[in-house]
């Protein structure tokens, strides 16, 4: 048995999408059905699309800011019952026995994590998984994440990529009350990261390279603003930041923005420039200031579901803008400009008129 299901794929590299019906498995004892009703659009669907990391497994369905209502459950299901408002994150399955499984610390699986979509599911059929650009998705009750109620749907769908890329951190490096907090870039990623700064107590400053963002950061909540290309402002804030929270994924300097550490200053690295990371003094960008330069990913189910709770308790969304997936390639092209404030979100109802065309 299987389930049939209609979505958006890009069938090779480069693609437009376009409605393409296949197959998902049926329901087993431990899984979860989600009619989907909102997905995230990330910057990284389109990097896929395009192979800009790997090669990509084609047909490609895109999505994982996942959020609809529960359908059906498993005979053994606990946590879930028809009805409920769940959501799917970037993640799918693990091997689930490893050390960093074992410590809910799956996106760093010891045997490597099944991502959403463009993967294949080696621990579960080892067919393709394919992502939210669809009307119905199943997923093991371990990687199904319960949605607070109080939360507007659409604006939660993307804490499940760029929510947790940015609270995750935060928590790792106990960012709070006494700390200054810089946030680099502020797109979908860095508008998640002021929100979750100011309710964790940092004091917050965003730093940018334009100048329009500075009245947008402090509707967020940011306390400061600095413009990285004024050498005035820029000289205040010399070695003052406790922590930097990069979300760039476009060429910059780091051993600029690693000068305005203070001593023991870390800078997180979030975003992923496509050349990489280039540190040209080591000596003075690092080891003069005994500064840290770090990554993180996405958290695992467990601090996700912390993060959705922290949320609703602080009544934390992203900033959206609501397309049709007819729009998905003009949604795309904005994206690229940076023309969105600050995540679109798909509402998969506007599907259903693809498939009654």
């Not at 600095?226 to 205040?236: A, R, W």
């Not at 690693?258 to 023991?264: E, F, R, V």
């Not at 695992?300 to 390639?329: K, P, R, V, W, Y």
């Amino acid at each position: 048995m299987s389930i049939q299901v209609l979505g958006y794929a890009a069938h090779q590299a480069n693609d437009t999408l376009k409605p393409w019906s296949f197959e998902r498995r049926d329901v087993g004892p431990h899984d979860v059905q989600i009619e989907i009703l909102y997905c995230g659009v990330c910057h990284s669907d389109l990097a896929q699309i395009n192979n800009e990391w790997f090669e990509g497994i084609f047909p490609m369905v895109p999505g994982h800011e996942i959020v609809g209502r529960v359908v059906d459950v498993g005979q053994h299901v606990k946590n879930f019952k028809v009805g409920d408002l769940a959501g799917v994150g970037t993640l799918i399955n693990s091997c689930r026995h490893c050390t960093n499984c074992h410590k809910s610390l799956e996106v760093y699986c010891e045997h490597g994590v099944v991502a959403t979509y463009n993967n294949l599911d080696k621990y579960q059929d080892n067919l393709p998984t394919y992502g939210g650009y669809s009307n119905t998705i199943v997923s093991n009750e371990q990687f199904t994440l319960h949605i607070p109620q109080n939360l507007n749907l659409a604006a939660t769908a993307p804490l499940l990529c760029a929510g947790i890329t940015t609270y995750s951190p935060l928590k790792h490096w106990k960012v709070g009350k006494g700390h200054k907090l810089a946030v680099l870039g502020l797109g979908g990623l860095g508008h998640m990261a002021v929100k979750f700064g100011v309710a964790l107590g940092a004091e917050v400053t965003v730093l940018s390279t334009s100048p329009s963002k500075e009245s947008d950061a402090k509707k967020l909540g940011a306390h400061n603003f600095i413009l990285t290309t004024n050498p005035e402002q820029v000289e205040k804030v010399k070695s003052s930041f406790d922590f930097i929270l990069d979300t760039v994924s476009a060429k910059h300097d780091f051993d600029f923005y690693l000068s305005l550490l203070k001593l023991d200053g870390i800078h997180i690295c979030v975003g992923i420039p496509p050349e990489g990371i280039h540190i040209k003094n080591v000596g003075l960008s690092l080891q003069l200031g005994r500064r840290s330069l770090v990554g993180s990913a996405v958290g695992g189910l467990l601090e996700t579901q912390e993060m959705l709770d922290f949320c609703s308790e602080h009544n934390i969304t992203a900033e959206i803008e609501l397309i049709n997936i007819q729009d998905i390639h003009d949604a795309f092209n904005r994206m690229e400009k940076s023309d969105v404030k600050y995540r679109f979100v798909i509402d998969m109802q506007s599907l259903k008129a693809t498939a009654t065309a």
